[in-house]
């Protein structure tokens, strides 16, 4: 089991659909500020200095829907670019030895409430009636 813990900077490109969905992707960069590592049941590696690198580049992908009014689900999904760790296991049975590189993958999920969003079922009804308006003035 490995627990770390990232402040992280992402950089995202996004396409806005406002009645249904956003999707965009992009890249980040993360900072590990903690970990801890258990193996069989004991924790054995606590030390931020210790194998892991600190800074983590990844490639996200994130989707956003309107569930409700001002309310979105969000999922957004990070993988590593370059490895945070290779690490070398060996069997307890055998001897035999192999390396094995270790990634950073996450998957979120989030609801949002947006404060300062028209609904985009506002913004027709605006046009709509600043169009009637116009009509009647000519």
């Not at 970990?35 to 004991?42: D, Q, R």
């Not at 829907?65 to 296991?89: D, P």
């Amino acid at each position: 089991k490995l627990n770390i813990n990232y402040v992280e900077v992402p950089f995202l490109v996004m396409y806005e659909d406002r009645d249904i969905f956003t999707i965009g992707t992009g890249f980040s960069w993360g900072r590990g500020i903690d970990f801890k590592e258990w193996e069989y049941g004991e924790q054995t590696l606590t030390d931020i200095n210790g194998p892991y690198n600190r800074n983590d580049f990844n490639w996200l992908i994130d989707l956003r829907f309107n569930v409700y009014k001002k309310i979105k689900f969000n999922f957004r999904y990070s993988y590593s670019l370059a490895k945070i760790r290779t690490r070398t296991f060996t069997s307890p049975t055998t001897g035999y030895s192999w390396d094995r590189d270790q990634y950073h993958n996450l998957l979120s999920f989030r609801v949002i409430y947006v404060f300062n969003e028209k609904l985009a079922e506002n913004n027709r009804r605006e046009l709509i009636n600043k169009n009637k308006k116009k009509k009647k003035k000519n």
